[in-house]
């Protein structure tokens, strides 16, 4: 059974960063590909970003592009998402998933394993 664990969420001000953090437990880590993905109050889950399974390949959602930046440590079993520039707008709950592929993209049916979520709130 693979289990996801999200934390670094938190309260920041405008124009700042977070750092969130996604460790999975279970074997073959290496072998799939990791997305985060965001849910805001009264909207639908949306993709944010993704990485290969060695985190060679990136691929972001437009309103995230050179803001964020996804990477991974498989020897920790560990995936990053380094938020900066934060806006108002990227207030919501963050989930890393887990897809069943070695590349993925931005559609939820993708992924296979999700994470419970981490709250990410900031301010203007």
């Known amino acids: 059974q693979v289990q996801l664990v999200e934390s670094g969420g938190g309260l920041v001000q405008a124009g700042g960063s977070l750092r969130l953090s996604c460790t999975a437990s279970?074997?073959?880590?290496?072998?799939?590909?990791v997305g985060w993905f965001r849910q805001a109050p009264g909207k639908e889950r949306e993709f944010v970003a993704v990485a290969s399974a060695s985190g060679g390949s990136t691929y972001y959602a437009d309103s995230v592009k050179g803001r964020f930046t996804i990477s991974r440590d498989n020897a920790k079993n560990t995936v990053y998402l380094q938020m900066n520039s934060l806006k108002p707008e990227d207030t919501a709950v963050y989930y890393c998933a887990r897809a069943s592929t070695y590349y993925s993209g931005s559609r939820l049916y993708e992924y296979d394993y999700w994470g419970q979520g981490t709250q990410v709130t900031v301010s203007s």
């Open positions: 279970g074997r073959a880590f290496s072998t799939y590909a």
